[in-house]
């Protein structure tokens, strides 16, 4: 293969799945970091809007307005699920919240499967998408061009969320002293519930992006939960940049591990993850809250 | 007129019964202060004004309503009370002016705070607004705190040891502006001390505390002067 063609097409190839690591990874971050809840039903959601990305796309919608429609979808169920489950359980100790959302995800997985079955899903993305376009003079797949855009995007807006609006300076402040935040009259119910139907959202837009991709399958939440967690582990819990960098990073090394050595690449990951765990506890950045 | 009353409140933290039946009552415009040594329950009474540790038992009514349910920024928005810790709790990898931002209330009113109105009584706080609040100072943090309380456009404005760990210049510093805030606004003022020259300086009335959170007696500033060995007996000065 041409050197060149292989470096230009691996170095997107790592930033697309870094991207994806991203927009999953992020939102559970964001929840731990306002709400001290770590939602291990956070990778069922994200199949979750895989699976209504499918059936919206397959109902003839376009995939663009699905784009939009999947992960408000998702967000909704995130309420329900905020008020059911976590509101209830919000003073008590973190414990709780492991085993209730444990079980939220073994509930959600057992009810993908029985709606839409065990069979792997495709999804369609419109045909301008699926053509190719040249970057650097190699050819590229448009539509993961187009999940690196979509995600650029994301990362963008979220960064302007969190640095320039009242909302963003809430969930700052939120994430260090909590009680202050109502003690000047913010109704921090109303907190919790927004940012954990936010990070739902945001795991609904990474399931329908990642649809057309790796395809639709039941245990791709769980999948895509454990390799979260490693970015959070690395990336430190808690910390937004440390978490969006290691999202990178993951995804790097995860690509390039799949291209050299296929049937190693998951433990190098692990080996890495172990390792920082061991020098860093507190992630790449020494930022992570992890109580 | 009764701005805030407190009926027979019992609070616990955990199972520690830690106020054991208190009854006070603040007027509107009134200063009035807590004075006891530590852990008699002063920071409890106001956390239970505030919703922050809800009273197993009795009632707390803010301008003549029930608010002993209420929730903490209920207590804020609707009671317009402004609560300013202790500790401060100046938000850190905050600047000093979204610290103040976050207290920000869009309200009809003419007389209300805003960033600019605040800068102009702090013009420290203008000089360190792109600044991480937790690197001020423990004196410029006592002004954003304060500043930060009154951005929710507050009528009752509750204190918790404004003079702890500051320098006596800073204290002094510290008491001249909430004294002008009070005379500027229309503030009722309650205040935990246990610094009594501070209690003395800022509030007319005083409530002096026992364990338990058991109020001794409610004297004027006047009183307190004239008894001052009862004075220095509760504080254990």
């Not at chain 1, 999947?70 to 309420?79: C, F, K, Q």
């Not at chain 1, 860093?280 to 930022?287: S, V, Y």
């Not at chain 2, 920000?104 to 706080?125: G, H, T, V």
């Amino acid at each position: 293969m041409d050197g060149h063609i292989f470096i230009v097409q691996t170095v997107l190839n790592c930033l697309v799945l870094g991207g994806l690591f991203f927009l999953i990874a992020i939102g559970l971050n964001i929840i731990y970091g306002i709400s001290r809840v770590i939602n291990i039903a956070h990778g069922s959601l994200y199949a979750l809007g895989a699976y209504f990305g499918y059936t919206l796309v397959a109902t003839g919608l376009n995939f663009m307005f699905a784009l939009i429609l999947a992960p408000l979808m998702v967000a909704i169920v995130g309420i329900v699920i905020e008020r059911v489950i976590l509101l209830p359980t919000r003073d008590r100790p973190m414990v709780y919240t492991l085993i209730l959302t444990y079980g939220l995800m073994v509930f959600m997985d057992g009810l993908l499967k029985y709606i839409w079955g065990d069979q792997i899903l495709f999804i369609h993305p419109p045909d301008f998408l699926s053509e190719s376009l040249t970057i650097a003079g190699v050819p590229y797949p448009f539509y993961r061009f187009f999940i690196l855009m979509a995600t650029v995007a994301s990362m963008a807006s979220l960064y302007m969320l969190i640095e320039k609006t009242k909302v963003g300076i809430i969930m700052r402040a939120a994430s260090t002293i909590p009680e202050m935040v109502y003690s000047l009259g913010i109704d921090m119910k109303l907190v919790h519930v927004g940012v954990f139907a936010f990070g739902c959202a945001l795991a609904g837009l990474g399931g329908i992006i990642a649809g057309p991709l790796f395809t639709v399958y039941p245990m791709m939440g769980g999948e895509m939960l454990i390799s979260c967690f490693v970015v959070l582990v690395v990336g430190g819990l808690g910390s937004i940049k440390g978490v969006t960098l290691a999202a990178l990073l993951i995804g790097t090394v995860q690509t390039l591990g799949f291209v050299f050595i296929t049937d190693y690449a998951m433990v190098i990951v692990y080996v890495m993850m172990a390792l920082i765990l061991l020098f860093m506890p507190k992630g790449i950045l020494g930022e992570g809250k992890f109580e | 007129m009764r701005i805030l009353e407190l009926d027979n409140i019992h609070a616990y933290y955990g199972d520690s019964h830690v106020i054991q039946g208190l009854s006070l009552y603040v007027d509107k415009g009134e200063a009035v202060s807590i004075i006891g040594r530590n852990g008699v329950g002063k920071t409890t009474t106001l956390r239970s004004i505030m919703g922050l540790t809800p009273p197993a038992q009795g009632t707390i009514k803010i301008n003549g309503e029930d608010s002993t349910k209420w929730t903490t920024n209920k207590v804020v928005t609707k009671g317009h009370v402004a609560y300013i810790p202790a500790e401060r709790h100046i938000f850190p990898g905050v600047t000093v002016e979204e610290n103040l931002r976050i207290a920000e209330r869009k309200s009809k009113k003419n007389d209300q705070w805003n960033l600019d109105l605040i800068y102009n009584k702090f013009p420290i706080l203008a000089e360190r607004r792109k600044q991480d609040g937790a690197t001020l100072s423990g004196g410029e943090q006592q002004m954003l705190a304060i500043g930060r309380g009154l951005m929710s456009n507050p009528s009752i404005m509750i204190l918790d040891e404004p003079s702890q760990g500051l320098a006596p210049l800073i204290v002094e510093t510290v008491v001249d502006t909430i004294k002008q805030l009070c005379k500027d606004q229309t503030l009722t003022l309650i205040l935990v001390e246990q610094n009594y020259h501070v209690a003395m300086d800022l509030a007319s009335r005083h409530y002096l505390m026992e364990i338990k959170g058991k109020i001794a007696c409610d004297m004027s500033s006047q009183e307190c002067q004239e008894d001052l060995d009862k004075l220095i007996k509760h504080l254990g000065v």
